[in-house]
């Protein structure tokens, strides 16, 4: 019996450990050459595994999903509320479907488009707590930098120290993790790669791009230093998730322990 309930307790370690929770804010090119309209797609998912799509905003006490928080843009320094853009939709993934939504937005103007998406906590039956990932993304116009190293005194933030859109392959990406504007020492912080097409047209994650050569290498954890700082090699050109874990400042979320979580997506492109 006891050696039953070890091998339950290493599976369920596995898998969480395995495959990471990400808040996914997608588009598909992070720098654009002229404004035009893009479309945006919020899907609850593990990105390298495509093994679970989370229905956005399940809550443990209704079977009714709570709507996003916050959804916005900055530029220029400018706050533009987007909440009112969400359309849910049903997002299909290679292995179930989930609640997610799709947004459109007309990025015209020079510089950065900032975004970020605060979705309702998420119930994690397996663990009886909830995640909540206060994600940012990136958009940039003609080249001129604005607003992509803003900080936004976020219950949890990673501010960049690297431009999102203009990593080139082989480089790296760093960045400060905070939370309500302080870092966050030695923050442990997940690391995922979107291992998959990305289909808009019908909502749906397509084939992988790799295959891991170990279940490690699927979610890479690494940590931040005393002032909350990290630094990670991109080795391969697309789209890159950090998640700090529990870095924000709410620990607690209808009676239940709440993950309060900073997310960022960068992008980066091979040289050729």
Not at 43 to 58: C, I, L, N, Q
């Amino acid at each position: 019996m006891k050696n039953i309930v070890l091998t339950l307790a290493l599976t369920i370690l596995w898998c969480s450990n395995s495959f990471a929770h990400f808040q996914m804010l997608y588009t598909p090119e992070s720098a654009l050459n002229t404004g035009s309209k893009i479309e945006l797609r919020h899907v609850f998912t593990h990105p390298f595994a495509d093994e679970h799509t989370m229905d956005m905003g399940k809550q443990h006490d209704s079977k009714e999903n709570n709507p996003v928080e916050a959804f916005y843009v900055i530029n220029k320094g400018k706050k533009k509320d987007l909440l009112g853009s969400l359309k849910a939709i049903t997002w299909k993934g290679n292995h179930n479907s989930g609640a997610a939504y799709q947004s459109q937005y007309k990025a015209k103007r020079m510089g950065d488009h900032l975004f970020v998406m605060q979705p309702a906590p998420y119930y994690e039956a397996n663990e009886e707590a909830y995640i909540q990932q206060i994600t940012k993304m990136v958009i940039n116009v003609a080249g001129a930098p604005t607003d992509w190293d803003k900080e936004l005194g976020l219950k949890a933030e990673i501010v960049p120290l690297t431009k999102p859109y203009s990593i080139w392959t082989g480089s790296t990406f760093s960045g400060i993790v905070k939370s309500n504007g302080k870092p966050v020492p030695f923050a442990e912080i997940e690391v995922e790669f979107l291992n998959r097409d990305v289909d808009l047209a019908a909502n749906a994650m397509g084939k992988a791009y790799v295959e891991a050569p170990h279940d490690s290498f699927v979610t890479m954890g690494i940590k931040a230093d005393q002032d909350g700082k990290f630094t990670f090699g991109i080795p391969k050109a697309g789209w890159w998730g950090f998640c700090a874990l529990g870095a924000g400042s709410d620990t607690e979320y209808k009676g239940k322990e709440l993950s309060q979580d900073a997310v960022i997506w960068v992008q980066a492109k091979d040289m050729k």
